[in-house]
Every structure is written in C-alpha cells, then in structure tokens.
C-alpha cells in the first residue's frame, strides 16, 4: 500500500524589532513515505525567502493564484515571510516584478545572498536555519528604505476587514484611487482590489472550522453572491469553497491578522 508523507508545518513569531517587516517565520517538514508530498500554497498577499532542502533561496512574490509545491518525502523547508507592503523595500526591487515569480535571492542581492545561502545551508537543524535566515534578514533591513507607511496601514486594515468598501479606505488616506493603485503596485505587487479579493478568500479560510454555511460565508465576507464566491475561489485557491473548507487542515495557511495563522499546528513562541 502506497504511503503518503505527512507534513509538519509550523509558523513563528519574529524576533523582537522585526515585526515592522517580517509576518513570521516558518518551516515545513515532509515526513516519509512512498510518493511526493504535494503542497498548495495560497495567495497571500505576501513574498517570503525560502530554501527548500539543499537549494539556494528563492524570492517567491506575492501570487495572484494557488500554486502546488511538489516536496519530496523527507525535504525539509525554511523561509522569511514579510509583512504585505514590507518586501518591495527589504528585497531592494519593486513588488510587481516579484508577482507569480520565484527567482533566486541571488538574482536580486549577488554575493549578499550567497553568504546567507551558505551560512543557512551550513546550519544543522531547523532551530539553527530559521536563525541564520532571520539574522541575515535583519543585517539586510538595516540599510533598507523605509516602506511606504500608508500602504502598509491600508493593507492592514483590508486584512481585518475584507468586506469594508475600498473608497473609505481612499478618503481617509486622501489619496486618489490612482495615486493609491501606483503605490500598492509598488509596494504589495498588485492593487488593493486584488489585494482586497486574496484577503476575503484568506478569511474565508480562517473560518473555515466554523459552522455557517457557504451561502452565509458569501454574505459575511461581503460577495455579491454564492456563485460570485464560487468564482472567486476558483480563480484564487484552483479549487471550489466546499474543497477549501473541507482541506482547510491541510492547506498551508498563511499569515492571517486573526490568531489562525497556522490551522495544522497551535501557534509556538519558537522552533
């Protein structure tokens, strides 16, 4: 009988003075097994550093669908996820040219990354990887430019509230829609309207232990309708809302303002 690897994913708070940048830490650890482990990775809104196994790190942006991991029994995974709005100015390079990308870290820091490759590669155990990444990380922030205070409070506030109406959110920035779209771009990858649809289907996954039922989702989350839900998940997740909520253990989720960060295991203070 063919064995299914299972996976051990876990999310960290970062360390103290980085949690103007940094949403989390984390790491995946695919256990034994006869065949891959077949990973979906949701829109977030968010670019991480990542290294899986042996591999250099990889700068993956902000997506604009699902994308499936295929991780190997016994890989093991690192990575730096940064707050939306925070990577455009940590990562040195505008947002947008990281959307639905992965390109080697190398590619935008040269010989910077390849130290951190190598001193995160050399680590032995997960402890020692996520502290060797987030020390690197934190070497780099301190030349960094500050990001941009209003996109990163708009962003917040679409987080918390996915269904509130965006002109709101312009009024009382005062910035036009345009002048908010270019900024957002810039710094997220995407505008707030798409940044504001991955946030409803992020929530939407947050309560997906609770007990309403989808219709009900639909109208708390501010869809115009079930069938408009039902499109939107489709064209984020790849998958229909029944199948989110019901593989919502075993997604990876992502950092969410709601305490839910990780729905495979509790939240820990450290590795």
Same mark, same amino acid.
């Given at each position: 009988? =063919? ?31 006869? *065949?891959?482990? &077949? ?44 707050? @939306? ?8 390079? @505008? ?36 502290? *060797? ?18 996109? =990163? ?8 509230? @996915?269904?509130?109406?965006?002109? $709101? ?34 929530? &939407? ?41 019901? $593989?919502?253990?075993?997604?990876? *989720? ?6 839910? %960060?990780? &729905?495979?295991?509790?939240?820990? %203070?450290?590795?």
């Amino acid at each position: 009988m =063919l064995r299914r690897p299972s996976s051990d994913y876990r999310e960290y708070r970062p360390d103290a003075g980085l949690e103007a940048w940094i949403a989390c830490t984390w790491s995946q650890t695919i256990g034994d097994g006869d *065949a891959e482990f &077949l990973q979906r990775v949701l829109p977030d809104g968010c670019a991480d550093v990542v290294w899986i196994g042996d591999a250099g790190a990889r700068a993956v942006g902000p997506a604009t669908a699902s994308v499936v991991e295929v991780l190997p029994p016994g890989t093991s995974v690192v990575g730096v996820r940064f707050r @939306p709005g925070a990577a455009a100015a940590a990562l040195d390079v @505008p947002a947008f040219d990281l959307r639905d990308r992965q390109p080697k870290l190398e590619e935008l820091w040269g010989q910077p990354a390849r130290a951190l490759d190598e001193r995160v590669l050399e680590a032995t155990g997960l402890t020692a990887k996520l502290a *060797a990444a987030e020390s690197g990380i934190r070497v780099r922030l301190v030349t960094a430019r500050v990001p941009d205070a209003i996109v =990163l409070a708009v962003a917040a506030n679409i987080e918390l509230y @996915p269904d509130a109406c965006l002109e $709101r959110a312009l009024t009382e920035v005062g910035l036009s829609e345009r002048q908010l779209r270019r900024r957002f771009r810039e710094e997220v990858g995407y505008g707030p309207k798409t940044f504001q649809r991955i946030a409803r289907l992020r929530r &939407l996954l947050a309560l997906a232990a609770s007990d309403r039922s989808l219709s009900a989702l639909a109208m708390e989350l501010g869809y115009a309708d079930q069938a408009h839900m039902t499109r939107e998940v489709a064209t984020l997740a790849g998958i229909s809302p029944a199948q989110l909520v019901a $593989r919502a253990p075993v997604l990876q *989720a992502v950092s969410d303002p709601f305490d839910v %960060r990780n &729905l495979q295991d509790r939240w820990v %203070r450290g590795p």
